[in-house]
């Protein structure tokens, strides 16, 4: 068989159904579907998510309180107890001779039936002392059989399901190996020499069923490069092919831009004048514009769009900025309008609320070219939004649309520059990640006098702290301000969040501060409601607004000065960190009050996080490791192959290496047809297949 024969035989053993597998009967194979596992490929895909290490786990003396340890011994009591009403304990206690250590379990009584007396056990967790007695709270345990308690080896543990426990997906794993286990490389000879890594085929042994913690940490690198690398030849072909369009060459010293900078009440930041040298020289140029600007809250990416905007009209050409809420659409055409207007600029805003006579007069301006910039809202992306030459796409707060929601209002044009913005801060390793494919500019410097560090406190408030936090509201308005009050929003299609905000007013209302003003504001009010509300916040007339997480993000009411946060346990450490963003914003400092509930770890870390510090990305690296990189990974909603093994927190290096690798392929090897890369080419469309498109999309 010749080696591309058998290649595409490997590669179709590989995608084979998993009930060719030894053991895989209908039911485990329906069992297997719930984890998401049809086919030989993703068992063999199903890692394990951690290692119990036989070969050398301490003697139950030597284990130390505090230490994550592996420890084996001989079950020699097995008691369940009920201190309390609604409470019960099982303890086991295991002995190996040189002591004796519990493992305990709350509220979990079935467990004690599954433990004998002189079984032999391995527990993994963190050692505790209690009354001077080692215990290990909730232990991972596998029972042994006398082959692997005194084997001494390296045991993987794989997620299992009910239906197939951990044994079994360990021996059904094992088979596939076996009978499959033959899998194709897709790694050119030259990366693997390059980078020091072992074949798959060895690989995918080593971390199933590794000899030494070390051989599973070598097997795990290579396969997560292998991860990194296929995600970064995705997004350099998808670079690759957006240079390749034809792009506008826009004036980039243009009568209106300078008219513009004339007009700027303030004076740019030197991340803002690198940002904007960044946007302006990509529109100089001919090939499009695919750029992410990633800015802390307070650094200023409107003033950037602005002159992105202006250089559009100085080239006769139209642009379009789209935002996720009428709310912030409405507050750009009030901010950036007057620049335009002052530049001699055209523009409208066109919402879902415009009304229809109104909307006609757009519409037919914006096809007619009477129109330079049209603000907006998912409203401009309607098929009866036609312009007449859009050469610039501006999308604000981008991980609010999908891809093909991008990509529509860049198609209103034909190739159109299109400049991405997010208030949400990333990790550089997150957005090499999620990002790859755009060019990024950062903004971490803010405007003098709006550093929140030096002009909003931020402070976790207790349950006895509540009166304080209402006698800070009432001394803020008394002295001429106002305040939000927020509710958690964790999905606008859920009516129980907005009726607590709805209850929280009315209680606020007609108890807390009868005698203030409070309005209400939450995502599920009509258009025409919401922007009364806001008009009249903004104007003064409202106190207190008690507000879901429509505020989140943009909303800029500089008299605002103090906020309370309901619930904050639940809100991610960038969300709080938005929302202490709309407090402080004017000359007098801000107040940021956080009611959160302390019982959970991750809520204490939460909210001490966000409490001790204001740098944005700082707290962005804390939030990913507190929802976890699946999660957020996640929110790319297409285009996006999964990372089973790499870590954008951990595998900085290797990512960086992954990264490189593949502008080097591609650029040598756009197509990835030389034989060497065919292999490659065939994993990236396996990976990327569902979005392929979005590869070649540019």
């Not at 789209?322 to 009030?334: G, I, K, N, S, W």
């Not at 992306?381 to 529509?408: K, M, N, P």
Request: with cysteine; glycine share 8%; proline share 5%.
């Amino acid at each position: 068989m010749t080696g591309a024969g058998a290649r595409a035989h490997a590669l179709a053993a590989w995608e084979r159904p998993a009930t060719e597998v030894r053991f895989v009967d209908a039911d485990r194979a329906e069992a297997l579907g719930r984890l998401g596992m049809s086919t030989v490929r993703d068992l063999l895909e199903h890692y394990p998510f951690r290692y119990l290490d036989l070969t050398s786990t301490p003697r139950l003396a030597a284990a130390r309180h505090g230490e994550e340890v592996t420890v084996t011994g001989r079950v020699h009591d097995v008691k369940l107890k009920r201190p309390r009403r609604r409470l019960s304990v099982v303890e086991v206690a295991i002995v190996d001779g040189t002591g004796v250590l519990l493992g305990v379990w709350f509220n979990q009584p079935y467990l004690a039936r599954r433990f004998a007396v002189g079984q032999r056990v391995a527990f993994a967790g963190r050692v505790d002392l209690d009354f001077g007695l080692k215990q290990i709270r909730n232990p991972y345990v596998e029972r042994l059989d006398e082959e692997t308690a005194t084997a001494g080896r390296v045991l993987p543990v794989h997620r299992a399901t009910e239906g197939v426990s951990t044994n079994w997906m360990r021996r059904l794993v094992r088979e596939a190996l076996d009978a499959f286990g033959d899998v194709p490389d897709p790694l050119p000879a030259h990366l693997r020499l390059d980078r020091d890594l072992v074949s798959r085929r060895a690989a995918l042994r080593g971390v199933h069923f590794p000899a030494s913690l070390a051989e599973a940490e070598h097997a795990r690198r290579r396969l997560a490069y292998e991860e990194l690398l296929v995600l970064q030849i995705g997004l350099a072909l998808r670079r690759h092919a957006a240079v390749d369009r034809p792009g506008h060459v826009h004036a980039a010293d243009g009568p209106r831009l300078d008219a513009l900078r004339q007009a700027l009440p303030f004076t740019l930041t030197a991340d803002q004048r690198h940002a904007v040298a960044d946007v302006l020289a990509d529109m100089a140029a001919a090939a499009p514009m695919n750029r992410i600007l990633l800015g802390d809250v307070g650094t200023g990416k409107t003033a950037v769009a602005s002159f992105a905007l202006a250089a559009a009209t100085d080239s006769g050409t139209q642009a379009a900025m789209m935002a996720p809420t009428e709310v912030l659409a409405a507050q750009y055409a009030r901010k950036v309008g007057p620049l335009l207007d002052a530049a001699g600029a055209r523009w409208a805003l066109l919402t879902g609320s415009t009304p229809a006579a109104e909307r006609r007069e757009v519409l037919g301006r914006l096809e007619r070219g009477e129109l330079d910039v049209a603000f907006g809202t998912h409203a401009l992306l309607e098929e009866s939004v036609t312009f007449a030459r859009l050469t610039l796409a501006i999308v604000d707060e981008q991980h609010r649309f999908g891809v093909s929601q991008r990509l529509g209002l860049r198609g209103k044009g034909e190739w159109a520059d299109l400049l991405v913005m997010t208030a949400t801060p990333i990790p550089r390793s997150l957005a090499l990640t999620l990002y790859g494919d755009l060019d990024a500019s950062y903004l971490r410097e803010r405007p003098a006098g709006l550093d929140p560090a030096e002009h909003v406190t931020t402070e976790v408030v207790g349950k006895t702290g509540r009166e304080g936090a209402y006698a800070e509201v009432r001394r803020e308005v008394a002295a001429g301000h106002q305040a939000y009050v927020v509710c958690p929003l964790v999905d606008e299609s859920d009516a129980a969040e907005a009726t607590a905000a709805t209850a929280e007013a009315e209680r606020l209302a007609g108890v807390v501060f009868p005698e203030l003003r409070v309005a209400l504001l939450t995502g599920r009010m009509r258009p025409v409601e919401k922007a009364d509300v806001m008009d009249r916040f903004r104007a003064g007339e409202v106190d207190v607004l008690v507000s879901t997480t429509v505020i989140e993000v943009g909303v800029d009411v500089p008299n605002a000065t103090v906020m309370i946060v309901e619930d904050a346990e639940r809100f991610g450490l960038s969300q709080l960190h938005q929302l202490r963003g709309r407090v402080g914003r004017g000359a007098a400092p801000g107040r940021f009050l956080l009611f959160a509930d302390p019982r959970t770890e991750e809520s204490r870390r939460r909210t001490e996080a966000i409490a001790s510090t204001t740098d944005g990305f700082a707290l962005a690296e804390e939030d990913l490791r507190l929802r976890g990189e699946g999660q957020v990974l996640g929110e790319r909603q297409h285009g996006m192959p999964q990372l089973k093994l790499a870590s954008v927190l951990t595998d900085v290096e290797l990512l960086d290496a992954a990264r490189a690798d593949a502008a080097a392929v591609v650029g040598g090897d756009p197509r990835l047809g030389r034989p060497e890369h065919r292999p490659l080419a065939e994993e990236v469309r396996a990976r990327i297949e569902a979005a392929w498109e979005w590869v070649s999309s540019g």
